[in-house]
């Protein structure tokens, strides 16, 4: 079935640094790609998305660009910020009937001043 | 304010205790989704419905059941819960799912003991 695999955490890194989130998919068909953040004690938020391959998907800073040739959705960001500490899910959409999205683990960042 | 709301927030109750979390949209969105977060495996979906009266299982449904009586609510049913449905439950809607973004409810975090 379909999958998603991002880089294991956590990431700590200081404001300013420079962020990459990698993430790869396996998934039949031409799925869309999705980076949502979990703020602490919050639900999950969109935060870009990206709907065929060589879309990039960008918002507040961040950017990701889907490569099917590489099946990859990594997300960046130029300069971190203390107030972007979370945790960020790259997902699928499944268009295999549920419609759900499939989601990877899970990379918890922190800011640090 | 378009919104996806849940209740209760926090619930701790003891085994076999039958339990329902609710989930209400705003947004007259077709799609509904429960999902649960566990630590090192990110967001699994539980069910899912595609209008009202149509549901199906998702990846985790035993142990659950929902109902879709009125579009814009979609509880999740514990009808004797076990320890190893302890997790933090979100609600999510879209318009009609698949690439369409989807919003998510604040989470229900289930303690059972």
């Known amino acids: 079935g379909d999958s998603v695999t991002q880089m294991e955490g956590p990431v700590t890194l200081s404001e300013e640094a420079f962020l990459t989130i990698n993430c790869t998919y396996t998934?039949?068909?031409?799925?869309?790609l999705f980076w949502y953040v979990q703020y602490p004690g919050e639900g999950l938020q969109l935060l870009l998305k990206a709907t065929k391959a060589d879309d990039k998907g960008s918002n507040k800073g961040f950017e990701a660009t889907y490569r099917k040739e590489t099946t990859s959705f990594h997300l960046e960001k130029g300069s971190v910020q203390v107030s972007d500490s979370a945790v960020y899910f790259c997902a699928l959409s499944d268009r295999g009937g549920s419609e759900k999205l499939v989601f990877g683990k899970g990379t918890k960042l922190t800011v640090n001043p | 304010e378009a919104q996806v709301t849940q209740n209760p927030r926090y619930l701790i109750t003891v085994t076999g205790k039958k339990l329902t979390v609710t989930c209400s949209q705003n947004?007259?969105?077709?799609?509904m989704s429960w999902y649960r977060q566990d630590p090192g495996l990110g967001l699994r979906q539980i069910y899912y419905?595609?209008?009202?009266?149509?549901?199906d299982k998702g990846d985790v449904p035993e142990g659950y059941k929902v109902s879709r009586k009125e579009k814009r609510n979609f509880p999740l049913i514990l009808e004797s819960p076990s320890p190893n449905q302890t997790s933090l439950y979100f609600c999510a809607s879209s318009l009609t799912g698949g690439p369409d973004t989807q919003y998510f409810g604040p989470g229900t975090r289930l303690t059972v003991l």
């Open positions: 419905s595609m209008n009202v009266e149509v549901t």
């Open positions: 998934a039949t068909g031409y799925p869309s």
């Open positions: 947004m007259n969105h077709e799609y």
